[in-house]
């Protein structure tokens, strides 16, 4: 698990501008994922390193979706001063599955932010950044405003409204570089991920059939 509690002072701060000048030099998403040990397969790197602002993933079971859920949370707080990471999981389990995978992940980066607050949901660092993952309610997902990226996990068992009345308004006070990550496995044929993957053109959309996409024998085949 994560160590706690680092010297504060000039060491956190020496910390903060090698981790700042690395991601200035270039560092991808991709790059920061295998630099802290999760190489990913030609379909994550595409996914990780598009520049769309609406992305959604329809992918199979198994295929390396906790990969896009914990590297962009994990990559912004290091990148950006105060920056919000929210997750939103239908499922506490999902919910706590998700952010021990962050963190995990976290504590493979050498120079990561040190850690201010660690608690089961949230975690925020010394450079103002803060993760947090929710269970999918309306009341759990409301008050949180002008967050730099949303993920929502199995977005398609998350209800509608908790996408109308929470997703959608925090998206109006966002930053410039805001980005929402809506990733699931297929689950009937209605709510608000199949009216996005079926009828948006605002989203970029990204399909992920194992073996064909997991194996890097395999060509990766993305919707553009």
Known sequence: MMAMGKVAGAELLSDYAISLSRLASGMSRSYFSARCGLKPYPWQKTVLDSKAKFKIILGARQSGKST??????????????????????PTRAQANEDMIKIKDLISAD???????????????????????????????????SAPDIIILDEASR???????????????????????????????????????????????????????????????????
């Open 68 to 89: 896009i859920v914990s590297v962009p949370p994990a990559y912004k707080s290091k990148r950006k001063r105060k920056a919000l990471s929210l997750v939103i999981a």
């Open 110 to 144: 050498p120079d990561h932010p040190s850690l201010k607050r660690n608690s089961a949901f949230e975690i925020e660092f010394y450079n103002g950044s803060r993760i947090i993952v929710v269970t999918a309610t309306d009341k759990a997902a409301r008050g949180y």
């Open 158 to 224: 998350i209800p509608d409204t908790v996408y109308a009345s929470a997703v959608l308004p925090m998206q109006t006070a966002s930053p410039d570089d805001f980005e929402l990550i809506v990733i699931s496995t297929p689950y009937g044929k209605d709510g608000f991920f199949y009216d996005i993957w079926n009828g948006s053109e605002v989203f970029r959309k990204f399909e992920v059939s194992a073996p064909w996409h997991v194996d890097e024998r395999y060509p990766t085949t993305l919707f553009k």
